[in-house]
């Protein structure tokens, strides 16, 4: 029943976006295999921003919320998965299914969701931490101290009051460096392996090509 008139609104996404299909004389090319296209912006992926333009705006504490674009053959796949993300004790997001249209367009079944920001961050992981994303160019190569050399690898989404890259970097130089005996002794510190083997595994149940062992 709300309604917000002024807000913040862009595409979101890397992957999803790479099949938009470029225009020609005023009209979009057909591309084997890639149907998005700027001609259906009901079927992109958005993320809108209540507090853009609105200081404070927000609904129920949610400041971004996410439209997500769904290239699978039904839009209750990733509805499905977030729930079972949740119910496994990993960390997952709030989703609701909504109708969704573009200046008066056709209306499209969509996912809205939370962002994973700094609100989501404390509400999944407690406060005080950071949180980073593998870019899908880059790579887990240790360079060294320089922060600058891994802007093409990583970004960091949120914690940025509470940390920068430091943990992220000495993290990269101990999978990279260690020899046998130290990652052995220092992994359990450094990684929560319980959680990580769950994650691990449902990515596999969920048949996930974009998880930890795709792009990025």
Same mark, same amino acid.
């Given at each position: 029943?709300?309604?917000?008139? *002024?807000? =913040?609104?862009?595409?979101?996404? $890397?992957?999803?976006?790479?099949?938009?299909?470029?225009?020609?004389?005023?009209?979009?090319?057909?591309?084997?295999? @890639?149907? !998005?296209? !700027?001609?259906?912006?009901?079927?992109?992926?958005?993320?809108?921003?209540?507090?853009?333009?609105?200081?404070? *705006?927000?609904?129920?504490?949610?400041?971004?919320?996410?439209?997500?674009? $769904?290239?699978?053959?039904?839009?209750? $796949?990733?509805?499905? !998965?977030?729930?079972?993300?949740? /119910?496994?004790?990993?960390?997952? *997001?709030?989703?609701?299914?909504?109708?969704?249209?573009?200046?008066?367009?056709?209306?499209?079944? @969509?996912?809205?969701?939370?962002? +994973?920001?700094?609100?989501?961050?404390?509400?999944?992981?407690? +406060?005080?931490?950071?949180?980073?994303?593998? @870019?899908?160019?880059?790579?887990?190569?240790? @360079?060294?101290?320089?922060?600058?050399?891994?802007?093409?690898?990583?970004?960091?989404?949120?914690?940025? =009051?509470?940390?920068?890259?430091?943990?992220?970097?000495? #993290?990269?130089?101990?999978? $990279?460096?260690?020899?046998? !005996?130290? #990652?052995? /002794?220092?992994?359990?510190?450094?990684?929560?392996?319980?959680? #990580?083997?769950?994650?691990?595994?449902? *990515?596999?149940?969920?048949?996930?090509?974009?998880?930890?062992? =795709?792009?990025?």
């Amino acid at each position: 029943g709300f309604t917000f008139e *002024q807000v =913040g609104m862009r595409l979101k996404g $890397n992957s999803s976006l790479s099949g938009l299909a470029p225009v020609e004389e005023g009209r979009p090319v057909a591309i084997p295999g @890639r149907d !998005a296209s !700027a001609d259906k912006p009901e079927d992109l992926p958005w993320l809108i921003r209540l507090d853009k333009f609105v200081d404070g *705006q927000n609904y129920e504490g949610l400041y971004d919320l996410v439209i997500r674009s $769904n290239t699978s053959q039904t839009s209750l $796949n990733e509805a499905v !998965a977030v729930d079972l993300l949740d /119910a496994a004790g990993l960390a997952s *997001q709030d989703a609701v299914a909504i109708r969704f249209f573009v200046n008066g367009g056709p209306v499209s079944l @969509r996912l809205g969701m939370e962002n +994973p920001d700094d609100g989501w961050m404390v509400r999944a992981f407690g +406060p005080g931490g950071g949180l980073y994303k593998a @870019r899908s160019d880059g790579n887990w190569d240790y @360079r060294g101290g320089d922060f600058d050399a891994y802007d093409e690898s990583f970004d960091q989404k949120a914690g940025k =009051g509470d940390f920068d890259l430091t943990p992220l970097v000495d #993290f990269l130089d101990f999978i $990279n460096n260690a020899d046998d !005996a130290m #990652f052995d /002794a220092g992994l359990p510190e450094r990684l929560d392996i319980d959680g #990580f083997a769950v994650y691990l595994a449902m *990515q596999d149940l969920l048949q996930n090509f974009d998880d930890i062992n =795709g792009p990025g």
